[in-house]
């Protein structure tokens, strides 16, 4: 079975900064695109971007990008969102979500292409 644990959600004030991490029992990890999303209540899964299986290829929501960094330890089957220069408007559920294919991008931004999900870690950003 598998699994996606993230962990390192919190209440952090607005400028400050906080990294998430997701650590999967995929045996294929490596192989795997990953991407971040969150959740906001009533409103829809936002994409906020997603890395490519080897941990060169990035790319992000254009309301998060210069902010937020992703990479990946394949090593450690673990995924980081580093996050910085928080707002109150990045206050969400986050959630990580693996996609079988490697490739990531632009492409890879919906969250029903995506096989596998964490159960979220809940963000707050006080202004």
């Known amino acids: 079975q598998v699994q996606l644990v993230e962990s390192g959600g919190g209440l952090v004030q607005a400028g400050g900064s906080l990294r998430l991490s997701c650590t999967a029992s995929?045996?294929?990890?490596?192989?795997?695109?990953m991407g971040w999303f969150r959740q906001s209540p009533g409103k829809e899964r936002e994409f906020v971007g997603n890395?490519?299986?080897?941990?060169?290829?990035?790319y992000y929501a254009d309301s998060v990008k210069g902010r937020f960094a992703i990479s990946r330890d394949n090593a450690k089957n673990t995924l980081y969102l580093e996050m910085s220069s928080l707002k109150p408007e990045d206050t969400a559920v986050y959630y990580c979500a693996g996609d079988r294919a490697p490739f990531g991008g632009p492409r890879i931004v919906n969250p029903y292409q995506y096989d596998y999900w964490g159960q979220g870690t809940q963000v707050t950003v006080s202004s």
């Open positions: 995929l045996r294929t990890f490596s192989t795997y695109a």
């Open positions: 890395i490519d299986w080897s941990g060169s290829r990035t």
